[in-house]
């Protein structure tokens, strides 16, 4: 009898630490559900002209010239103000955007630039030993979540490669907790003809990505939630 | 540019590009004597290589003996003259590199490094191949594709547009339609 009432006071004594993180995960997993629910869908029609503020992440090489080519056809007024961000191995990226944003300067005749430059460390550089790169994953994180506590983008535009991964994990983390609601355009590079990158299928398949684009038929054939646009080259 | 005067031929240009990569089977392959050869056959006089990164040397020759004229450099902030002012390019397979040829209408041979270890890149060139705005290569076929290449079936490449993908973001954040 002893022994029984004993252990009666132990199951509830060690459940109730149990039920409240049951049930603090179910409301994760809930708000989680319906921010993926609710990405994908579209915005509501805007009323006013407020523009939207926009983080870019630029690639290098090949990403970064796909990117420049769509900023030049988006309306700039609509998305201000403008963050880049490239990795601080990259240093032609952010010299590439800076051209582009003094042309846009020099034709509409505005003289403040409503835009910043930024770099971010890569987790892992080319031939890193994965011991060391544990450790420099860990900063490249904190760089990433600081970076976008600063910024709190409205838009994401992103093209790949790796740099944009945490940066877009983390603006979906900020949809879940609710410190901002941003959505992301992810456009699957043009080298990729048959098979998406890899940055590009964590964001497909995680469903991060609000609209997906890819340039080529075949893609969009395979993965048919992605857009198919042609080709921006 | 390349006026024949007193019997000389015309200056015809083959440019050879590896981008910021390192390509020595490339640099390798188009200073081959069956290469130059094939080249010299086709009416080519001059063969400029950028070698990037890489670390084969061709040989260097002035070409007065009637032979291929050689010339190389590591890097250049001028890729796009030396495009414009070639008559035949073999590339790499990088994006940049295919698109900004395809874009001064230029000729093009791509060939594919096949040591790279995510070799995504050749299905770019192949694609591309299969709509006839380029050749596509590896290292030991070029010969084979300089020599049975017709450069008057390649079709020319019309620019993308990245319009759709702006329209398409506007509307999904509901932006009104201009």
Not at chain 1, 184 to 201: C, N, P, T
Not at chain 2, 76 to 101: N, P, W, Y
């Amino acid at each position: 009898m002893e022994k029984n009432s004993s252990c009666c006071f132990s199951n509830l004594s060690s459940n109730l630490p149990i039920t409240c993180f049951v049930t603090v995960i179910a409301i994760i997993l809930v708000r989680i559900l319906y921010v993926i629910w609710r990405t994908c869908k579209p915005l509501r029609k805007r009323t006013s002209q407020q523009p939207l503020s926009t983080l870019v992440v630029l690639g290098s090489g090949g990403h970064t010239a796909e990117m420049i080519d769509l900023l030049l056809v988006l309306q700039k007024n609509k998305f201000t103000p403008r963050f880049y961000i490239a990795a601080a191995t990259d240093n032609m990226s952010l010299q590439k955007a800076r051209v582009l944003e003094n042309s846009l300067a020099d034709s509409s005749g505005v003289k403040e630039i409503s835009a910043e430059f930024m770099q971010i460390y890569r987790s892992r550089e080319v031939g890193q030993s994965y011991v060391t790169s544990v450790w420099t994953t860990l900063v490249a994180l904190a760089h990433a979540l600081w970076l976008m506590i600063k910024i709190r983008p409205q838009v994401v535009l992103c093209n790949g490669p790796g740099t944009c991964i945490p940066l877009c994990v983390i603006a979906f983390i900020f949809k879940v907790v609710g410190i901002r609601w941003s959505s992301i355009f992810y456009v699957e590079s043009i080298a990729r003809v048959k098979r998406l990158s890899l940055s590009g299928l964590l964001l497909y398949k995680l469903r991060i990505a609000d609209q997906f684009f890819v340039q080529w038929p075949q893609l969009q054939r395979k993965y048919p939630r992605a857009h198919y646009v042609g080709c921006l080259m | 540019m390349g006026e024949a005067e007193d019997g000389v031929k015309p200056k015809r240009v083959v440019f050879v590009t590896v981008g910021t990569t390192c390509f020595d089977a490339l640099v390798k392959v188009v200073d081959s004597q069956k290469v130059k050869d094939e080249l010299l056959r086709r009416g080519y006089t001059h063969l400029l290589i950028q070698m990037g990164r890489g670390s084969y040397l061709p040989e260097k020759s002035i070409g007065d003996d009637g032979s291929l004229a050689v010339d190389y450099f590591t890097f250049s902030s001028s890729i796009a003259e030396h495009l414009r002012s070639a008559s035949l390019v073999i590339s790499h397979a990088g994006s940049g590199s295919i698109f900004e040829t395809l874009r001064l209408g230029k000729p093009l041979i791509v060939v594919v490094n096949e040591d790279l270890m995510d070799n995504h890149q050749s299905e770019l060139a192949e694609e591309l191949a299969e709509r006839k705005h380029l050749y596509c290569a590896r290292p030991q076929t070029l010969h084979q594709t300089i020599a049975s290449m017709d450069l008057e079936s390649l079709l020319p490449y019309s620019p993308g547009d990245a319009t759709p993908v702006a329209k398409l973001i506007n509307r999904f954040l509901g932006f009104p339609e201009d």
